[in-house]
């Protein structure tokens, strides 16, 4: 008789003193049970490695697929080990003066994949890692890390998620069975990647493919599917999307009435600018108001009294929000969806800066203009974005009591006036209200925006501000600002003195004398700007180092 391996494990759980050992487990003389059942494990053991058969050897892989793209030049394939084996070691606390590797890992990446170099092999472990652990990575890890960075992640559970991604991330041709395979079987993220990647390449097949599954679709999984079709929108789409005005799911319908109202020429359009024709209208009446040295006319609205089954068919929503009246909800949803190019006939040939500087009757403007807003956004309008936000020199208004939101406003005028315009109100209005204007910038920053941030953040210095009130410009500036601007900023890096050519904080200035910068140094802030500015120095000469790294001769891909 023997023990089995498990009545000797949960003798061992158990304990001696409640289970005693199973024959034929003895002890020795002056052995007492517990080390008896040591030496019967010990046995065991040795007996059941002894009688273990091989296993069956499983199948190789297949060989990783051919990268064919170019291979980093030496000192950017040393530059990204760096980067990924730094990307955990910054902590909470004070940064100190060094860059923030884990903020320039992103750029790099984005500034390989625009040379179309490949990952080098040894490497990519580490980036699938670093990847997993960053989802703001992903995009651009997976087109750098390639097929074979599929193909490894095939063999790791962990890396999964470089599966899910797509044919396109991972830097893969589409293959019609593979495709099919994916939309039919694949994980909701699969088709949704795959759906996307189709629509870069072939917006009617991506859009035809859609329509082919609507029927079984789940109504989560139409709404995210059809989000898809933002990308590429066209007067094409307008049948597949007018049919979905008819969806069984209120959020679908919303989407696709939202989708076809970007499309200044639809049958939604239409149907919308009627509506709002007839609730806004230019009143020539007595009640006319005076503007200027003379009397005008101003904008009379009768918000609707009902909201109709076409109405809501067409994707307005019949509640409002708490606090919110019907009538101004479906007002506001109404000319929001209307095409901005019908009002310019409604108001007399007016220019959407003429319109916009119209009166409007019985307090709607704030209403009126809000939709107006909306509106230009999603029809990416520039003139009418640009009436709408006026000059950068008007003072910001305090939060929650604007119609007016800028930052969404600037994204429908072009890069450089963007940057402009922004410009001008930081210069304006200093910083304070400036961090969403500046996530809105094209990168690098232009001349005269980054000059604008950096001159600033100076007169915050100045001013007895400490830097920690300006830490989110000061990140957005490391990664914005153009590399090239690094020699100009040098001289910032200094920390101020005060007047008489004493140390900081030495009291050494006249009595009276003392300025805002001395009193902020005198209390360790100018220390603190002293450090700020030199990591801002030292982190965009890092950047124009990376750059010409990558710009340096091809090395082997080993």
Not at 26 to 32: P, S
Not at 42 to 47: D, I, K, L, Q, S
Not at 273 to 300: K, M, N, Q, Y
Not at 531 to 542: D, H, I, K, P, S
Request: net charge neutral; charged share 25%.
């Amino acid at each position: 008789m023997t023990t089995t391996w498990d009545e000797l494990v949960t003798t061992a759980l158990l304990g001696t003193a409640r289970r005693a050992p199973a024959p034929p487990v003895r002890a020795r003389d002056g052995q007492d049970a517990a080390s008896a059942l040591l030496d019967a494990a010990a046995v065991e053991t040795v007996r059941r490695r002894a009688g273990a058969l091989p296993a069956a050897a499983r199948a190789r892989p297949e060989p990783a697929p051919e990268d064919v793209r170019p291979p980093l030049p030496p000192a950017a394939r040393r530059r990204l080990a760096r980067l990924l084996a730094d990307r955990g070691s910054t902590g909470g606390g004070r940064r100190g003066a060094a860059p923030d590797l884990t903020e320039l890992l992103p750029q790099w990446l984005a500034a390989a994949n625009r040379h179309g170099y490949q990952a080098p092999p040894a490497l990519l472990p580490a980036l699938l890692e670093a990847a997993r652990a960053r989802t703001d990575l992903r995009p651009e890890a997976l087109v750098l890390g390639g097929p074979r960075a599929r193909w490894l992640a095939g063999l790791n559970p962990q890396w999964k998620y470089a599966l899910r991604a797509g044919p396109a991330a991972a830097g893969r041709a589409a293959a019609g069975a593979e495709d099919t395979r994916i939309w039919e079987e694949g994980l909701f993220a699969e088709r949704a990647a795959h759906l996307t990647s189709l629509r870069r390449r072939d917006p009617a097949a991506a859009r035809e493919l859609l329509a082919g599954a609507w029927p079984a679709e789940r109504a989560e999984d139409r709404l995210l599917f059809l989000d898809v079709l933002r990308e590429g929108l066209s007067a094409a789409d307008e049948p597949f999307l007018e049919r979905t005005l008819s969806d069984r799911s209120r959020n679908v319908r919303a989407t696709a009435a939202e989708l076809l109202s970007a499309l200044p020429g639809s049958a939604l359009a239409a149907r919308m600018a009627e509506r709002a024709r007839s609730c806004v209208s230019l009143d020539r009446t007595g009640a006319a108001v005076t503007v200027g040295a003379g009397e005008g006319p101003r904008i009379a609205v009768e918000a609707p009294h009902e909201c109709d089954k076409d109405m809501q068919r067409d994707g307005v929503v019949v509640k409002p929000p708490s606090g919110r009246g019907e009538r101004s909800w479906w007002l506001s949803q109404i000319v929001e969806a209307a095409p901005l190019a019908a009002w310019r006939e409604r108001f007399g040939g007016r220019s959407p800066a003429g319109i916009v500087a119209l009166p409007i009757a019985d307090g709607w403007q704030p209403e009126l203009h809000a939709a107006w807003c909306r509106a230009a956004v999603r029809q990416r309008d520039a003139e009418w974005a640009r009436a709408l936000l006026g000059p950068a020199s008007e003072p910001p208004a305090a939060e929650g009591t604007s119609w007016r939101d800028p930052a969404k406003l600037l994204t429908a005028l072009p890069a450089d006036e963007r940057a402009e315009w922004v410009a001008e109100f930081v210069s304006a209005h200093g910083l304070s209200d400036a961090f969403r204007l500046l996530g809105v910038c094209a990168v690098p920053w232009a001349e005269p925006l980054g000059r604008a941030i950096v001159d600033a953040l100076d007169t915050a210095r100045d001013a007895g501000g400490y830097p920690w009130s300006f830490s989110g410009v000061m990140g957005l500036a490391e990664r914005c600002l153009d590399p090239a601007q690094a020699d100009r900023l040098e001289v910032l890096t200094a920390q101020p003195q005060p007047p008489g050519g004493g140390p900081a904080g030495s009291g050494g200035s006249a009595p009276g004398t003392a300025t805002p910068a001395t009193t902020a140094a005198g209390a360790g802030a100018g220390a603190y700007w002293e450090e700020a500015f030199q990591r801002l120095v030292g982190t965009l000469r890092l950047r124009a180092t990376m750059l010409a790294e990558l710009s340096g001769p091809a090395g082997s891909p080993a």
